[in-house]
Every structure is written in C-alpha cells, then in structure tokens.
C-alpha cells in the first residue's frame, strides 16, 4: 500500500484528487494522511469528500475516513466501473465547492473504461479557487483531446459562490490510449470572451465594454460575447480565451463591493501576463494537463508562463505512482519547461 503525504508542497486538495485518480487507474490502495494541512480549515470539505464518494462509487472502492474534517483516508478501489451517475457537492453539506474539479478528478479514470459514462454534476460552476465551466470548455477539454481523453459536457445551470446549486452534464468516451505532445511555442493569438453576470443588471454591459476597451488600447481585436447566467443567486464572470492551436484561458469573478471595471481588468491583466511571457501553456493548464501527459506513451514537453506550487505539487504525486523522469525547469513562478522523458 502506497502512503502519500497530503501536506507536501503547496498542501491542498490537489494532491487528493491526483492520488484518488491514479490509486483507481493502477488499482492500487492509498493511505492519505494530512490531508489538507495547509489550509485555515483542514481536511476533508464538502468538494473534496464529494471526489472521495463519487470515486468510491465508480471503482466499488473500499473507503475509511471518509466525513467531513477526516485529515487521513484510506481508500483501494475494485475496478473502474463506468455508467450513469450523478453527484451533488451539497448533498451533505450545503456548499458551492467546484464541480470542475470533481469532473476532472473522475475524467482520466472513466476514459480508460470499455463504455460512456454519462455524468450529472450539481455545485458550484464559476467559484474561486478552480477552473470555471467555460476554462473546462475552451480550453482543458480541446487540449486533454489532443492526447486523447475526450469529453463533451453542457452547462444546465451557472453556480456562483455562496449559493452553487449549478449543474453540468458530462459525457466521457472510452479511449484506446493517450499520446504524447509537444507544446514549446506560444500560440497565434485569436483571442475570444464572456461577459456574463447573474440578477445584475447592466454588469455584463459594463464589463464587456472595459474589455473591448483594454483590447482597443494595445491594438487587438477581441470578440466579446454578452451571457445572461441562469444562476440562482447574484455573481459576474468575465473571461476570456485564446481558440489557436494550443488553448489558454483567463478569467475573474464578481464580488461585493468590487466594480465591473475591476472583474475585467483582472482577466485582462492574466491574460497580458501570459503574452508577455512567449510560452506555451497558461499557469493553471501546466499542472491539469501534467497527469495525461505522464501517462501517456512517448516523451512529451511542454513551456508555461509560469511554475505554480500546483505543478510542482502535482508532479511530486505523480512520481509516487509512475516510474517515469519527469524534470521541470525554472523557477517557482517564473516561466518554465517541463520535460517527460
């Protein structure tokens, strides 16, 4: 049995989803301890304990330590059983915690099986801390096809912070194996984006025209789409994406008391950020795409605009289970390369 140390590197979740995904593809049992204990509220949370059931239910796995605020979990799945399932991050416990990150954690372990599985997933969609829907989408989704995960999903209902309650629909095809890739090279920039907002009248308006605005200042043409969100609660979300060969995403939440002007100008700074670096992958897409690259056949690379304690932290996990050289280069939040040998 393999032991992994949840309080390594940057100490967060991430190391339990990576460990809960690659513990069900190698059939291969997980003692976590610390989990989560770098956070200000340790443990297991709402989300996290919904990765640990929804992964128990789709590998018949035996589970300890499965409740809310556990810091250890044992967890040895059966086998991968793929099918129709739906999951609820407040079925618990009320809460908003993401359903992306749930869908990513389920995405590499129900590609590998013989059949669809067809996913509802309830919680929140555009949350802080976690890639939105629309990063999903636009982005992780076309690049994660390329190596040969290949989903489609569909967004039934926005979930903003601190109601949720939003809801997307997943289908993950079965895959015969994953390939290798090289992405060294900025892409062309196509530059694409929302603006959308929930109960708030005239703030999509207002941070569409701030957007095309930031655009207009350094010359570019952005096309920006005006969304009403159908969320039950209150919430703006501006984003924007990159449609080229290789695909990158920015973006930035609405919160009280922060002007339509800022949400905007946040999104458009992470996007300035990552052109002005030449690279090729964002700063969130290095450490999503890290897992499919490892366990792909052949040696794989890939440029980012920046090396996040996520990368590192998700690199380290993925040494624990695969005896493979993985080598990144460059310094912690600075541009960087990554090497799968």
């Not at 949370?45 to 929804?54: D, G, N």
């Not at 309650?165 to 390939?179: H, L, M, N, Q, S």
């Not at 009403?228 to 501006?238: D, P, Q, T």
């Not at 999104?267 to 690259?293: G, N, P, T, V």
Request: proline share 5%; with cysteine; glycine share 8%.
């Amino acid at each position: 049995m393999l032991t992994i140390d949840g309080a390594y590197g940057e100490g967060g979740g991430q190391i339990l989803r990576t460990t809960l995904s690659l513990s069900a593809i190698f059939k291969r049992p997980v003692n976590i301890i610390n989990i989560r204990a770098n956070r200000p509220k340790p443990g297991l949370r709402p989300q996290h304990l919904t990765c640990v059931y929804a992964m128990k239910t789709i590998t018949r796995a035996d589970v300890r330590g499965a409740e809310i605020g556990s810091q250890s979990l044992f967890f040895s799945p059966r086998g991968i059983y793929p099918g129709r399932y739906t999951f609820d991050v407040a079925e618990r416990q009320a809460s908003a915690g993401s359903i992306s990150l749930i869908f990513q954690t389920l995405l590499p372990v129900l590609c590998i099986a013989d059949k669809p599985s067809y996913l509802t997933l309830k919680g929140g969609t555009h949350v802080p801390f976690s890639p939105s829907f629309h990063y999903i989408e636009k982005v992780f989704l076309p690049m994660v096809k390329g190596i040969g995960a290949v989903a489609d999903i569909s967004l039934k209902r926005w979930g903003f912070y601190p109601i949720g309650k939003g809801e997307i629909e997943a289908i993950i095809y079965p895959r015969d194996k994953f390939v290798s890739k090289r992405w060294e090279k900025a892409p062309s920039i196509k530059i694409k984006g929302i603006s959308a907002s929930s109960n708030l009248p005239h703030v999509k308006e207002r941070q569409r025209k701030r957007l095309e605005e930031d655009f207009k200042k350094m010359g570019i043409f952005a096309e920006i789409e005006e969304v009403e969100a159908n969320a039950l609660g209150k919430g703006s979300f501006a984003f924007l994406f990159i449609d080229s060969e290789i695909k990158a995403g920015f973006s930035a939440l609405g919160a009280r008391g922060k002007p339509s002007e800022a949400v905007a100008d946040e999104a458009f700074s992470e996007f300035m950020a990552y052109c002005k670096e030449k690279m090729a992958l964002d700063r969130y897409l290095a450490d999503q795409i890290l897992l499919y690259l490892a366990l792909a056949e052949g040696s794989s690379s890939f440029t980012t605009c920046r090396v996040s304690s996520h990368l590192l932290t998700n690199l380290w996990v993925i040494r624990q289970f695969l005896d493979r050289e993985i080598i990144c280069e460059g310094e912690i939040n600075k541009p960087g390369k990554v090497n799968i040998i």
